[in-house]
């Protein structure tokens, strides 16, 4: 009984982790187009881009090396940076916020169409987070 009501503690307690999902728009233009755009957002809000993972390129590179031949995507860059003020703004509401750092947004083009988004963050101070990440996808799908 003990070990039953410890996984379904365990259980409960990873769900969250499991139910991450992202928030995605469509963008209306190429994926240079895109990863110009977010590029721009990006430092228009002051920011400034700490890497850009060319995750799409690695995935293409890597597919046969692990047996695989599908194309998951035609490109697929993430540009990670963090905002300092509003990293010590969450982090000193709660330390673990650390977690979320660096902040990400990517963008993909999958089956022709291209799309910008952000993993959404929890509930709470993080949130503030998420504002700042929409509002830069809104720039740069908006133009």
Known sequence: MKNLLACAFIGLIATPVLAQEAVTYPFDGSFDDAT???ENAIIGKGLVIDHVSHTGEMLARTAADVGSDETL????????????QLSREVMEADPMNIAYCPYGIFVAEREGAVMVGYRAYPQGEMQKVQTLLDDIVQDAIDG
């Open 36 to 38: 110009f755009a977010v």
């Open 73 to 84: 995507f035609a490109g697929a860059d993430i540009f990670m940076f963090c905002s300092a």
